[in-house]
């Protein structure tokens, strides 16, 4: 039978901690987001591949406290201005650094004069990135041997536990409830990255929608042929 959809709503992720799906792959980086208030370093690292969860553990994070963000490879002493020079009272619960093996050279020294804040103050830093500190290069030997000090956190891909939370959940955002089925198919045929999932589940939910039919193994099978084959031929 048919689904009727009334709506084309847009999609709407739930990033609230009781929506993040906790398995062997993230529990110990969940840990570190969860015991915020009890972290016995003001500097935290999670670290792993591409499409882990990170930035999405990040946004978790967001919801909860105030977070101040900056990608490493725009980090300067210009924009670290602001921040430094905040009165006590306004400054943010969390500064979060996003991709640190994209660190320049000229940022190394806003990190260093950073991570020296976050130790003579209450501000806690958040470090993230797809490498840990043995792989990191620079020029700052201080800032090196800081960086190999900061207790890290090793996130992975999503396991087959992980995989199926997700998967439904990623359906459920799109105000799609989907057969247990689908899931089946879909999890030995997908990359275990959050990004690809999210691109195929967008990419099913959009074709049954455009063809007014339910989501089923035969519309999935057919269509990861055809992701596949504009990957190859694209």
Known sequence: MTKQLVFDLPQRTALGR??????????EAVAVIDGLSNWTSPVQWLYGPSGCGKSHLASVLANQVAVLAFDASQLTEAALADFLGAPKGSVPDVVLIERLEGLRQDGEEALFHLLNHAKNS???LLLLSQIPAAQMTGQLPDLSSRLKAV???????PDDALM???LAKLFADRQVRIDPRVVDYLLPR??????????????????AL?????????LVARELDVMALDKNFG
């Not at 009781?18 to 529990?27: E, G, I, K, M």
């Not at 207790?151 to 891909?157: E, Q």
Request: overall charge neutral; glycine content about 4%.
């Open 18 to 27: 009781d929506a993040f799906l906790v398995t062997p792959s993230n529990a």
């Open 122 to 124: 209450s501000t806690r």
């Open 151 to 157: 207790p890290a956190v090793a996130m992975h891909l």
């Open 164 to 166: 199926r939370g997700l």
């Open 190 to 207: 997908i990359e275990r990255n959050f990004i690809a999932m999210g691109e195929i589940v967008a990419h099913i939910d959009q074709v």
């Open 210 to 218: 455009s063809e007014k039919r339910s989501i089923t193994v035969p």
